[in-house]
């Protein structure tokens, strides 16, 4: 199964690998892929351009889809759990 991975980081450390960046995916056919995987970072609790994933989902509806995100709180932050 060939899988393609489009993600979108402010900072760059979203992944650490050979990616497809969010301002190449107009360069990508996505027909050549089985799943796409979208990744970003989480700002003000919204995932950022997740709305372009999103619009995408008719044209994919034959693909594996997931999608993640990466973010940073303060380990003291009132409105985190610790779970073990």
């Known amino acids: 199964m060939k899988t393609i991975i489009v993600y979108n980081s402010k900072t760059g450390f ?3 690998c050979a990616l497809v960046p969010y301002a190449k995916r107009q360069d990508v056919d996505f027909a050549l892929y089985d799943a796409v995987v979208f990744g970003s970072f989480n700002h003000a609790g919204t995932i950022q351009k997740l709305d372009w994933f999103k619009k995408q989902l008719p044209a994919w509806q034959d693909k594996k889809l997931a999608v993640f995100y990466v973010g940073a709180t303060p380990p003291d ?7 073990l």
């Open 77 to 83: 932050d009132k409105g985190t759990e610790a779970t």
């Open 14 to 16: 979203t992944l650490d």
